[in-house]
């Protein structure tokens, strides 16, 4: 095993740790619809790089009234959509799976690009629920913007 000296680590961890910590805190940034309420355009989710096509992705913000929210990003041939990732049963957060939003407390099971109900709670048949609530969602400059 090669030895490195102290100077060398230094080195190395001054050139590593600033782009590791600007990448993961460019990912995880909360949007805040609050704060984009007078933008035409709607609040910065994320990077268009994050959701590639056949990827559906969770992310945390609040809403225009300050509370938390999820919003589920799902990219497919046929385009970029994004919904409320609260289930429109009793609330809980929806998780991706597959093409699928799936609800952990009841087992309903959403479509992740219309949000449309497939199968209600503990079974029950579809549209029983609500679909998601949908978000406008814009792609501008590199990045994705919902309303
Ligand atoms: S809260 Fe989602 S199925 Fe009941």
């Known amino acids: 095993m ?5 100077r060398q680590l230094l080195a190395f961890t001054s050139a590593i740790i600033p782009s590791f910590l600007a990448s993961k805190l460019d990912s995880a940034q909360a949007f805040s619809l609050e704060k984009a309420a007078t933008s035409s355009i709607g609040a910065k989710v994320a990077k268009s790089s994050a959701v590639k ?4 992705q969770i992310f945390s913000g609040s809403s225009a009234s300050g509370t ?3 919003v589920v990003l799902t990219r497919t041939s046929k385009g970029l959509f ?3 990732g609260a289930c429109t049963h009793n609330g809980c ?3 991706a799976q597959g093409s ?4 952990p407390c009841h087992g309903s099971i959403f479509a992740s690009d219309t949000g449309a ?10 549209n029983t629920l609500q679909p998601l609530t949908k978000y406008k969602v814009t792609e501008k400059a590199g990045y994705i913007y919902i309303k």
């Open 2 to 6: 090669p030895k490195i000296n102290r």
């Open 53 to 56: 096509v056949g990827q559906t």
């Open 68 to 70: 938390s929210i999820e």
């Open 82 to 84: 994004a919904l409320d």
């Open 93 to 95: 957060g929806v998780a």
């Open 100 to 103: 699928k939003l799936v609800c």
């Open 117 to 126: 109900n497939l199968m209600g709670p503990n079974g029950a048949p579809k």
